[in-house]
């Protein structure tokens, strides 16, 4: 059985847009009580503290969702919340489906959301206030289209750390070419993460940062149906929706969205 976790955290250090998104979407579930500040701690990120403890209890609620024979299916808030589920699962695949890298260090002349960097922490390659979780070359990227931006701001891509594609390949591929390349993600136990800018600004533009490109919801919809076919999934986590930006218009077509992945969760050998 599915187990919703609700996990209400912006990166930012505030309890508004993203931290919004679980209460728009209206699942019971699992609710993780978040508690941030909007100032930098020691590693560079904003709401630093709030973030470990965040982490901490996500892993702590996905493991109890094992114990019980339940798949959990976690949802945000920002991205950072698929480490604590990582770190639930001993030597995890990922496969990751996000409209940006976020593997940015969090430098003086950045934002410094642990959001724009969750994925660089999770491989080890932007040091921050959780340990790594998975093996770079456990890991699928898909869909990242800020390649311009990242390099504009003399930041380094880690797109030849781990697997990616981008958006236009994503939008196009084929089955078995997706199939294909998930083959080391997905070999053992793995987790599948999704980002909702991955998609285009006409399909949800109720996003914190925008940019061109991006996929339709029928193709994210494939997708990750395809992706949930392959063995070994552990469960799920979808974030990044701000409510606060369309009056929560686009909260009934995201819920139904991931209703269709707790389905084809259930299912999953």
Same mark, same amino acid.
């Given at each position: 059985m599915v187990r919703y976790i609700n996990v209400p955290f912006n990166s930012a250090g505030f309890s508004? &847009? =993203?931290a919004r998104m679980p209460a728009s979407i209206g699942f019971n579930g699992v609710d993780i009580p978040v508690s941030v500040e909007p100032r930098r701690g020691e590693h560079g990120f904003l709401a630093e503290s709030g973030f470990v403890r965040m982490v901490a209890d996500v892993e702590a609620a996905v493991r109890d969702a094992f114990h019980h024979g339940d798949v959990p299916l976690v949802v945000g808030g920002d991205c950072p919340i698929m480490l604590g589920a990582l770190a639930a699962i001993d030597d995890p695949g990922l496969v990751f489906? $996000?409209?940006?890298?976020?593997? /940015?260090q969090p430098t003086p002349d950045v934002r410094g959301e642990a959001s724009d960097s969750e994925l660089g922490m999770a491989i080890g390659h932007v040091r921050g206030p959780v340990p790594p979780s998975v093996r770079r070359e456990k890991v699928l990227a898909l869909g990242p289209r800020d390649a311009a931006?990242? +390099?504009?701001?003399?930041?380094? %891509?880690?797109? *030849?750390? +781990?697997?990616?594609?981008? $958006? #236009? /390949? @994503?939008?196009?591929?084929? =089955?078995d070419d997706l199939v294909s390349l998930a083959g080391p993600a997905t070999a053992s136990e793995w987790w599948l993460h999704v980002d909702l800018d991955v998609l285009s600004s006409s399909a949800l533009g109720a996003v914190d940062y925008p940019q061109p490109g991006g996929i339709t919801w029928s %193709?994210?919809?494939? =997708?990750?149906r395809t992706? @949930? &076919?392959?063995? &070994?999934?552990? &469960? #799920?986590? =979808?974030? +990044?929706?701000?409510?606060d930006?369309?009056?929560? @218009?686009?909260?009934? %077509?995201?819920?139904?969205?991931? *209703?269709?992945?707790?389905?084809?969760?259930?299912?999953v050998e």
């Open positions: 508004t &847009g =993203v489906i $996000d409209g940006h890298e976020d593997a /940015w931006e990242i +390099v504009g701001m003399g930041q380094e %891509r880690i797109d *030849t750390l +781990v697997t990616m594609r981008d $958006d #236009a /390949w @994503l939008q196009d591929a084929h =089955v %193709r994210l919809e494939s =997708v990750t992706l @949930l &076919g392959l063995p &070994g999934c552990r &469960g #799920a986590s =979808v974030g +990044v929706y701000n409510p930006l369309d009056r929560g @218009l686009a909260a009934p %077509r995201i819920a139904d969205f991931i *209703t269709g992945l707790g389905r084809s969760l259930d299912s």
